[in-house]
């Protein structure tokens, strides 16, 4: 009888923690990333010259997802001219970074990369056809050219497909919404999970809500980042990370999908500002069913500290942040969505526990032949 009632308690545990993390893949997203910049002077590169020291905190947690998903802003380029326009050199926000750096995105674990932004093309055609070039001979994926707009891999068994979208020259436009929701349907027909990824809204402190309205920012229309999500969704996306304004805003689930609007500034070395908001650095953790559907969620907190890189932040203050954003943006979801002080996330009893994996078919529970 004691055998039969520890394997039951082992068989119902065992259950659970499937209910808990799905029957699919897990993903990380996380947002801006500039690794140091060697324009408009050297000074602005990493101590030692070596990037690691900026990333090495989270290797741990990303090698706990199944995917790992960023926005690569800048490109990786040793020699060649800004092409962005600039009245001051001296003052240009335009991002070249040692080819030498390229090798630790891989070291670190990303599979999927954005260069759908502004400051992809900071070094015109020829810094972009370096940066490429490089990804390429890293076999790390990326998206987000408005003549590569997707790209499909194979990982864990499962077909992963990315698209990726942004307001900006020579990127595949998020503006055009039936045109990214044409994409987005083609790649469900093809692959296991449809990831998202869009560079819009308003930038900075005074812009960290969602508006449900197109947003324009110095003149430039950054998209209706709502409107766009949930039409993603739609076309068949599974998960939507978003990034571009700096900041961490609000995350929604719709339709039993994820959606964050903004992942903020991730790992910037220099020439970014990091003060309050725009130092905060959520890493996203979404377990996923086997459908793509959500099953619960993970803020990791971290921030930036000046001059030394990405690193944990034990206060949780991304998570407090998005929480109270996601409540005041989405009141809606309030009481469905729970966020705790942890960072962990959930939708209590949204669907029957059967239907998020949980099932006793999932144990096998061992019954003592005198009770047989």
């Not at 545990?13 to 990380?28: E, K, R, V």
């Not at 990831?195 to 812009?207: I, N, P, R, T």
């Not at 969704?233 to 339709?255: L, N, Q, T, W």
Request: aromatic letters at 10%.
């Amino acid at each position: 009888m004691q055998k039969y009632i520890i394997t039951l308690i082992f068989s119902c545990f065992l259950s659970l923690t499937l209910a808990q993390n799905g029957n699919g893949l897990s993903f990380i997203g996380v947002g801006d990333m500039m690794l140091g910049t060697h324009f408009p002077s050297e000074d602005y590169l990493p101590p030692n010259d070596d990037p690691w020291p900026l990333l090495k905190e989270v290797a741990p947690v990303f090698a706990e997802a199944d995917v790992v998903f960023g926005n690569l802003e800048g490109a990786f380029l040793d020699e060649g001219d800004v092409y962005k326009r600039c009245k001051d050199l001296t003052k240009c926000y335009a991002f070249k970074t040692p080819t030498r750096y390229a090798p630790v995105l891989k070291k670190v674990g990303f599979d999927l990369l954005s260069i759908a932004n502004n400051h992809i093309r900071d070094f015109g055609p020829e810094g972009l056809k370096t940066t490429r070039k490089l990804l390429d001979s890293l076999e790390i994926a990326y998206a987000g050219l408005y003549n590569k707009a997707s790209v499909v891999v194979n990982l864990h068994g499962k077909k992963i497909g990315m698209c990726a979208f942004a307001p900006n020259t020579g990127t595949a436009q998020i503006a055009d919404i039936e045109g990214a929701a044409k994409i987005v349907a083609a790649l469900n027909n093809e692959c296991d999970y449809v990831l998202v990824s869009f560079h819009g809204g308003a930038e900075g402190k005074k812009h960290m809500h969602v508006t449900r309205e197109t947003e324009i920012f110095y003149g430039e229309n950054r998209g209706n980042v709502h409107r766009f999500s949930h039409a993603m969704i739609d076309a068949g996306a599974d998960i939507v990370f978003g990034h571009g304004p700096h900041v961490p805003r609000s995350m929604e689930i719709y339709k039993d999908r994820f959606i964050a609007y903004s992942l903020g500034n991730f790992c910037t070395f220099s020439r970014f500002n990091l003060t309050g908001a725009n130092g905060l650095s959520p890493v996203v953790q979404i377990w996923t069913n086997e459908d793509g559907s959500f099953v619960r969620g993970k803020i990791h907190s971290f921030k930036q500290v000046k001059g030394v890189g990405t690193v944990r932040d034990h206060g949780n203050a991304v998570v407090y942040k998005m929480s109270d954003l996601t409540k005041i943006d989405f009141p809606e979801l309030n009481h469905r969505l729970v966020i705790d002080d942890d960072g962990d996330f959930y939708m209590p009893f949204e669907k029957p526990i059967e239907s998020k994996g949980f099932s006793m078919s999932n144990a096998r529970i061992e019954v003592p032949a005198e009770l047989d």
